[in-house]
């Protein structure tokens, strides 16, 4: 029964919650949050067989829904979930015996972080389209008290604004599945089912055309804010800089693709009824205009969080631009884009997180050397740079390469204006990577030994992708592809 | 509009030209009245007004050296235009011989008449105040005046017309409908009806303090019969307001056409609206305070903004 | 079309919304503010309850309920007690430039209103107009948000825009799945109280309330 690993999936964060929430201050809540997002990777993991090999199934009264398409994206978030929690076991440590967080502050974090972890699931597995934006919704007030932890100035500002910016976003949203519902209702009729997205997706091409449009515009500005897109991104960059960096590992790698997933659902629905491009050709504007923005921005950061923080604008302005083009082999590379960036963005966060701690700022300028003192977290830095800068053997070169190609099939004039963007893209990240890994240092040694084993590991797994794709896995891409179209 | 008995139309429009000229300082009379019980004032009555036409109409009129013709003539105008405005506004019944005159624009044009002639005349001495007054005056009147056009836009657009009779016909003898924007229009015209007639907030009609006053600064340089005809004009002004707006928003109980049967019990609601509407007033000028003159073009905005919405939400609704 | 007095009746109480929006709009006084918010709860609860009792959908009663509870009763009175608590009760805002905003507004209520036509000729549905009406009041509040420079005016632009949200969900189209109502009202109740966390943790930072000292974060 998939009930069983979906019940698995979706009480192991819960339960997790509850129980950090009532021990997250003793020593043992960072084994204990590790522990359950474990318990939830091993759900998730079984989930994904099931579904993989068994084909789309309903759940729970037609609740939750699960499809190749996103129970990969449940497997890759359960993963970097447990990944991170690795990570973030000994870099709070840190932060607390450096003085920049008391207890009651990890407490907080390690209930929020499962509830997140929860939030994120729900989103993902939904079938209702109200439900996937409670739940997005209750990913960012999980998130939000994560990135003021520090209780900066900057910190709180730059909280404030994710707040503000995203619920502002999420409401949009929210009148576009009020509007979708508008619509659905008329060919479904009032009550429970009119918002479930299989549903929808039976007679999806009766929904009313002019509405959906006005809707999908709703959603995609919506969710669009949780993505990043420009010209809504400006929470984003302050929000990694500022919180913790496991949560900007977190929200870089996880909550980005979420808020995507969500839109790819109510592209799939606005396509089927319209039957033109619509929805694919704002996705690509929007798409387009995130790599071009943060391409120029990323070469004028100081700060190398919020630098990577515009790298993650930039691919998942990629992403969406590679999902607007449509097509077996944009959306296939598209996911795994999606797969690599969130392997490697976080990897990334990872190692910058503990450079962070041993150069004792997040300044570029005042980080150097990170070899001499500590060549794991220096090579790691210094893979995961090349990785995501799109150098072969790397996974990120493959699924770039894929969509580059089919951008130049399909629409050969964005072919050049991306090639630029990455061209300025891999000149201002690597410039600046290069002396912060090369270079005399002034750092410190750190109490806590650092966990870099989920660097590597997910480094691996890029390189992996890049080198040799598995049968077994190029074949449940397809499949997530041919459902979205 | 069919006409079945020309005689006895043309009766009660006498009829209703003279009621209204006897009523107006009676409403006056009656605001003031309600305005000194609310402020725990014994009133001077109701019949003060009254007192005060006649007291300044027994009097020798003085009259500037400078003064030009204009000057003297302004207070018969002014009469004239409020005289017609309150005559023509149906009242009683929405077929009298005038109403086909009753044109809501025409309306809006008889008091801009009115206006211009009483701010020239106040200027014509070349006084301080004169000019002081006249200025303000064209700065309120520069505001209410689109406010008032939006909202007796908003009434002809149910009614497809702007001939008041047959609004009034359309809104009170049609099956009965909520508007909401009518009811947007009326909070507009009630803030438009206050700053038109120099009522509190905006102006102080009792007061002659050379900081706020607006109409009263006008004026100044009157007495006599000239002041009588000007205050009696006031009178009519105000009593034209509430019948319009008694006309646009609660039009019930008005005769129908080719009922004159009707028309007593017509004239009994209509006394009993002006009583309410009087008593309404006086309360809501108690309520309020006098706000400074530069805060009037933000609460005239309100009117306008109000007026605006209204028309917006009936091309939404379609109500 | 003749319309029963039901659908006139919403339609009033949309206008009414429409207008308190507006009222906050340009009101400075904070207390007044949160007072507004209130009545544009109970307005919202009245047209809840009555859709319920013309379209005979009985979870709109629990809906009209829950709105009656959380936006008439608790927010309100969180937010008197945050501002009591925070000792910015009497606090009077400095907005520049009324009429203009007003004038944007006009502006942001026609957007709308196009925007919305298409979609209310499609509706077979009586309320049909109430779309355009909710819109505009998001859109507004979302002005509002713009506008002001305190922690706690931002806050209500937001609750206020996810009046008009609850607005679009209930009046225009008969009502949500109870269980997405349930969801929002709850993320909406945390969000209060998480804003409220925010309030203490700003002013003990800035020591005021004043979102101006929140500006720092740029790229140059």
């Not at chain 1, 515009?217 to 990694?240: C, E, M, N, Q, R």
């Not at chain 1, 319209?274 to 694919?280: D, I």
């Not at chain 1, 204006?417 to 890994?437: C, M």
């Not at chain 2, 009157?222 to 928003?249: Q, T």
Request: net charge neutral; hydrophobic share 55%.
């Amino acid at each position: 029964m998939i009930d069983l690993q979906l019940t698995a999936l979706l009480l192991a964060p819960l339960l997790g919650g509850l129980l950090l929430t009532l021990f997250g201050s003793r020593n043992w809540a960072a084994e204990l949050n590790s522990l359950m997002s474990f318990c939830t990777f091993a759900a998730a993991v079984a989930l994904t067989v099931r579904v993989v090999e068994a084909g789309p199934q309903v759940a729970f009264n037609e609740q939750f829904f699960i499809d190749q398409f996103n129970v990969f994206l449940v497997a890759l978030t359960a993963f970097i979930a447990f990944t991170t929690s690795l990570f973030s076991r000994p870099y709070m440590r840190i932060e607390q015996d450096h003085g920049r967080l008391s207890t009651p502050m990890l407490h907080l974090y390690y209930s929020m972080y499962q509830l997140f972890t929860l939030a994120m699931l729900v989103a993902l597995t939904a079938n209702n389209m109200g439900i996937i934006w409670v739940a997005m919704e209750a990913a960012t007030l999980t998130t939000v008290l994560l990135v003021s932890l520090y209780r900066t100035p900057a910190s709180l500002e730059a909280a404030w604004k994710y707040f503000i910016l995203c619920g502002v976003g999420i409401a949009l949203a929210l009148f576009g599945t009020i509007l979708l519902y508008f619509a659905a209702e008329r060919v479904l009729g009032q009550g429970g089912t009119a918002l479930l997205w299989t549903h929808l997706n039976e007679v999806k091409g009766e929904l009313e055309p002019t509405v959906l449009k006005l809707a999908f515009i709703f959603l995609l500005v919506g969710y669009g804010t949780k993505i990043g897109l420009v010209p809504l991104h400006s929470w984003l960059p302050d929000a990694h800089a500022e919180g913790p960096t496991p949560v900007s590992a977190v929200l870089s790698g996880l909550l980005l693709n979420v808020a995507l997933c969500a839109v790819m659902r109510s592209k799939v629905l606005v396509d089927g009824s319209l039957e033109t491009h619509f929805a694919g050709n704002l996705m690509m504007g929007f798409g387009l205009l995130s790599v071009v923005v943060a391409a120029l921005f990323l070469s004028r950061q100081k700060d190398i969080k919020r630098m990577f923080a515009y790298s993650s604008i930039e691919h998942m302005g990629l992403i969406t631009f590679s999902f607007g083009m449509g097509g077996p082999v944009a959306t296939f590379a598209a996911l795994l884009h999606m797969t690599v960036h969130s392997l490697t963005k976080s990897a990334i966060f990872f190692a910058v997180g503990h450079a962070v701690q041993k150069a004792g700022t997040q300044q570029m300028e005042n980080i150097r050397g990170m070899l001499q003192i500590s060549p794991t977290v220096g090579w790691g830095l210094m893979l995961g740079t090349f990785a995501i800068l799109g150098m072969p053997p790397f996974g990120v070169f493959a699924s770039e390469f894929l969509i580059i190609t089919t951008a130049m099939h399909d629409h050969p004039w964005t072919t050049p204006i991306l090639l630029a963007a990455l061209g300025i893209a891999f000149a201002a990240i690597f410039g600046r990577v290069q002396p912060i890994v090369f270079g005399e240092t002034t750092a410190r040694r750190l109490p806590h030994p650092p966990a870099l084993l989920p660097v590597f590991a997910h480094l691996l797994l890029v390189l992996i992708l890049g080198l040799y794709m598995p049968p077994y896995l190029a074949n449940w891409y397809r499949q997530a592809a041919a459902l979205l179209g | 509009m069919e006409n079945t008995n020309p005689t006895l139309g043309i009766l009660f429009q006498l009829y209703q030209s003279l009621l209204v000229v006897l009523l107006a300082p009676l409403l006056t009379g009656w605001v003031n009245q309600c305005r000194a019980w609310l402020q725990n004032r014994s009133g001077p009555g109701l019949l003060q007004p009254f007192r005060t036409l006649r007291k300044l109409f027994h009097k020798d009129a003085v009259i500037a050296h400078n003064a030009s013709p204009l000057f003297r003539v302004t207070p018969y105008i002014l009469f004239g235009c409020m005289w017609l405005a309150a005559a023509i506004i149906p009242i009683i019944a929405v077929d009298l011989p005038f109403s086909p005159a009753a044109d809501v624009i025409a309306l809006v044009g008889v008091f801009a008449l009115a206006r211009m002639f009483i701010a020239l005349a106040a200027m014509d001495i070349g006084t301080a105040f004169g000019s002081l007054g006249a200025r303000r005056e064209m700065l309120v009147s520069f505001l209410a005046e689109p406010a008032l056009l939006m909202v007796l836009f908003s009434a002809s657009l149910i009614s497809h017309s702007t001939q008041l009779p047959r609004i009034v016909e359309v809104l009170a003898h049609q099956q009965f409908v909520l508007y909401p924007s009518l009811a947007f229009a009326a909070l507009a015209f009630v803030i438009v009806l206050l700053a038109e007639n120099a009522r509190i907030p905006v102006d102080n009609p009792s007061t002659h303090l050379e900081l706020t006053m607006i109409h009263e600064a006008m004026i100044l340089e009157y007495s006599a019969r000239h002041l009588a005809l000007i205050e009696w004009a006031g009178s009519l002004k105000l009593f034209a307001y509430i019948s319009l707006g008694i006309a646009l928003f609660f039009p019930h109980g008005i005769a129908e056409v080719g009922n004159w049967g009707a028309v007593p019990a017509a004239i009994l609601a209509l006394l009993g609206k002006l009583l309410l509407a009087g008593a309404g007033l006086a309360l809501l000028e108690t309520l309020l305070a006098k706000m400074r003159i530069f805060r009037a073009p933000e609460f005239l905005g309100t009117a306008f903004l109000l007026a605006v919405l209204g028309l917006l939400i009936h091309f939404l609704l379609g109500a | 079309m003749p319309m029963t007095y039901t659908v006139q009746f919403i339609n009033l109480l949309a206008a009414i919304l429409l207008l308190i929006v507006f009222a906050m709009l340009s009101q400075r006084r904070i207390l007044s503010l949160i007072n507004l918010f209130a009545w544009q709860g109970l307005v919202l609860s009245v047209s809840t309850f009555v859709v319920a009792y013309s379209t005979v959908q009985h979870h709109l009663y629990y809906s009209a309920a829950l709105t009656l509870l959380l936006k008439v009763l608790v927010l309100p009175w969180l937010l008197h007690r945050l501002i009591r608590k925070l000792n910015v009760r009497w606090d009077v805002e400095t907005l520049i430039n009324i009429p203009t905003t007003m004038l944007v507004g006009i502006a942001l209520v026609i957007f709308s209103f196009n925007l919305a036509t298409p979609i209310s000729e499609l509706s077979e549905s009586i309320t049909r107009g109430l779309i355009g009406i909710a819109l505009a009041s998001v859109l507004l509040s979302l002005l509002m948000m713009l506008t002001r420079r305190k922690a706690i005016s931002q806050v209500v632009g937001f609750l206020s825009m996810e009046n008009g949200l609850f607005f679009a969900a209930t009046s225009a189209t008969h009502g949500m799945p109870l269980v997405v109502e349930l969801g929002i009202a709850l993320d909406v109740l945390v969000a209060t109280f998480i804003f409220g966390i925010f309030f203490f943790q700003i002013r003990e930072t800035f020591d005021s309330l004043d979102i101006t000292h929140m500006e720092k974060l740029k790229d140059d």
